[in-house]
């Protein structure tokens, strides 16, 4: 998976880390040389100097190969900003990092619904921990040797069977169409825009990505 970072804050540091640790491809767009200079010696990642709000260095980054955009930076108006025009040069998805609950509201008054929120997503790890797991979500409840897996529906996947033509071993576990989901079966169709999220063997999830990769080559 290909993911571009606007930022090169700590948590743009440390989220482009883990996510080279799982073995995805990260592209970082960084103003400050310096900083881009700090981390490059330390990440496995490709760099981009220029400001991550101008269309121009954004699409440097090449949208159409990348599975997402992360707006990290330190400040949740640049952030919001990145996330719609990383939205108007294609990419697929846009998660931006928003603080202020003022500023939550306006982004998804504007369509931005993953929104990365940290002290929230801190707060609920904590009590989900002090509650001993309990309510934990995400990976943490699939058992050891599973992963999740969501991609966006294209148009080639409404045209054809791509449920049912899955890898094996790979299994559908949700829909999410507009403000809903349904819960799929290998012969539903999916509509191009839905979020499909399926549950898979942790051994078949690099098949998975090229799979993706596969269709967005073809478009």
Known sequence: MRVVIVGASNLAAATADALIQRGHEVVMVERDRARIEELGERLDAAFVAGDGIRPSILKETSPEECEALLALTSGDQDNILAALVGRSVGFQRVLPKVSDPELENVAIEVGLTELLVPDRTM????????????????????????????????????????????????????????????????????????????????????DMLEKRARTKRRR
């Open 123 to 206: 707060a609920q790890a904590i009590a989900d921990r002090v509650e001993g797991g309990r309510g934990a979500g995400g990976e943490q409840m699939i058992p050891a040797g599973f992963r999740l897996f969501t991609f966006i529906a294209t148009m080639e996947d409404a045209e054809g069977e791509c449920l049912k033509d899955l890898p094996r071993g790979v299994k559908p576990l949700a829909i999410f169409r507009g403000d809903g989901f349904v819960l799929p079966s290998e012969t539903d169709q999916v509509h191009a825009g839905d979020r499909v999220l399926l549950i898979l063997p942790a051994d078949r999830y690099d």
